[in-house]
T-cell receptor, first 116, second 116 residues
């Protein structure tokens, strides 16, 4: 069975601070996909990144960066120089390609509050 | 990019009534759609997998007679909450897989259901 753990329930930072959101996953599949989504108060999920299990390269997109470490089953997300608009709930998710099960298993989410 | 719409975006109904939620893929054909439920301050939990032209597959603990799913075409899946009760109040989100994108999932904006 697959599982995604986001141990940080809530994080509060002051604007311009860097913040890292942790994600640890469990799966028996060798082929899988990892995702990060942002959910603002409106509720609509905003896709941030998808990474497959064969690509361990870290990725940077503007102020966002992701660190995928298969050895520790982690896929952490860092926001550099946080802004108030980054305040939202962030979900890490997993889908297993090998089983053909494309539905996502979500972590419990981390609520990020960026104070001005 | 691929767009998934949901209708209605919110609905308030009396206990005992049935509510239908539509999920449409606007610019692509979706062989598979997923329905998730999110209670306040909680994560998204998969309710069922909807495959075009066949019966939906429900997750353990989800009553198939209460949550009726119909995926009659490649662009439309509907979720009907029958005899809704206050405990069914939740945020319902659908997602769709494209024909070509194996693990590309596109999420709808969600439907907020409140049962009085």
């Amino acid at each position: 069975a697959q599982k995604v753990t986001q141990a940080q329930t809530e994080i509060s930072v002051v604007e311009k601070e860097d913040v890292t959101l942790d994600c640890v996953y469990e799966t028996r599949d060798t082929t899988y996909y990892l995702f990060w989504y942002k959910q603002p108060p409106s509720g609509e999920l905003v896709f941030l990144i998808r990474r497959n299990s064969f690509d361990e390269q870290n990725e940077i997109s503007g102020r966002y960066s992701w660190n995928f470490q298969k050895s520790t089953s982690s896929f952490n997300f860092t926001i550099t120089a946080s802004q108030v608009v980054d305040s939202a709930v962030y979900f890490c998710a997993l889908s297993e390609a090998g089983t053909g099960r494309r539905a996502l298993t979500f972590g419990s989410g981390t609520r990020l509050q960026v104070q001005p | 990019g691929a767009v998934v719409s949901q209708h209605p975006s919110w609905v308030i109904c009396k206990s005992g009534t049935s509510v239908k939620i539509e999920c449409r893929s606007l610019d692509f054909q979706a062989t598979t759609m997923f329905w998730y439920r999110q209670f306040p301050k909680q994560s998204l939990m998969l309710m069922a997998t909807s495959n075009e032209g066949s019966k939906a597959t429900y997750e353990q603990g989800v009553e198939k007679d209460k949550f009726l799913i119909n995926h009659a075409s490649l662009t439309l899946s509907t979720l009907t909450v029958t005899s809704a009760h206050p405990e069914d109040s939740s945020f319902y989100i659908c997602s769709a897989n494209g024909l070509a994108g194996l693990n590309e999932q596109f999420f709808g904006p969600g439907t907020r259901l409140t049962v009085l």
